[in-house]
């Protein structure tokens, strides 16, 4: 498709009951839902989307954007109101601009930030599943809080790459990484007490959010020590960490472009 038109689209969903966002058979996605709305939308026009960053199964967006190619332009002040109005009641979109054909989705945003909101101790409410990762038992808190800060710089991140590839990029960098309590989100079934690990950078690898809170977990928990966890991230010794963190406390929280 040779489009003329590109315009970005700005999301957000809660991804309990996706199976990520790209579309696959058999399975309910945030992309088949949002193209089978445009296609209603657009009256059957041709369109191409572009996501700026994929999500797992259960992940939500508070932030994420898609490119939007198009044949013929639309006026947009009336289409986003008419996307929203066919939109599931999970899935919103925030805004939409009309970009240059110079503009890449995929690889202009300058930082994502991910936040993992979990508990310890008691079971959650049901309720609270959708949002937040409950884990049982105890964990201490501000070793973890140090270990998140061992993440952060430029590393070789090969341990906490989920089954990478000859090609995989593994050296990544990480402009922030802290575990706080959480502000961020609140509701009368939510316990006492939660934290988020929030987590910026320019890009990551797949599950590596989740691998990164896994191995925090793990130090938590006193299965791993801080030295040890040094020795993963500085990767003399191809080592993965193989407990992958749940799925329902991660969110792409932000995005900001160039």
Known sequence: MKSKFFYL??????????????????????????????RYVL????????????TDALVSANQSYFELFLDDPIEIDSFLVKFNENLPA???????????????????PKTKEYTYLFSYGQKNHPF?????????GELDIELMKQGAKLLEGEHDFINFAYKPKEDTVTRRSIDSAEIVANDMMTASFFPEKSYVFKVRGKGFMRHQVRIMMGCLINLGRGD??????????DAKEH????????????????????
């Open 43 to 54: 009256d059957g026009a041709k369109f191409k989307v572009l996501i700026t960053g994929r």
């Open 90 to 108: 999970d899935i919103r979109a925030l805004s939409i601009e009309e970009v240059g054909k110079e503009f890449n989705v995929i690889n202009d």
């Open 224 to 233: 791993i020590t801080l030295e040890e966890m040094q020795a993963l991230i």
């Open 128 to 136: 609270a599943a959708p949002y937040m990762c409950c884990l049982l």
């Open 9 to 38: 689209v700005e999301i957000q969903y809660l991804g309990f009951r996706y199976h990520g966002w790209a579309i696959q058979p058999e399975v309910n996605t945030v992309q088949r839902m949002v193209e089978r709305t445009l």
């Open 239 to 258: 080592n993965p960490v193989t407990y992958v963190a749940p799925a329902s406390g991660l969110m792409l929280n932000a995005v900001s472009f160039k």
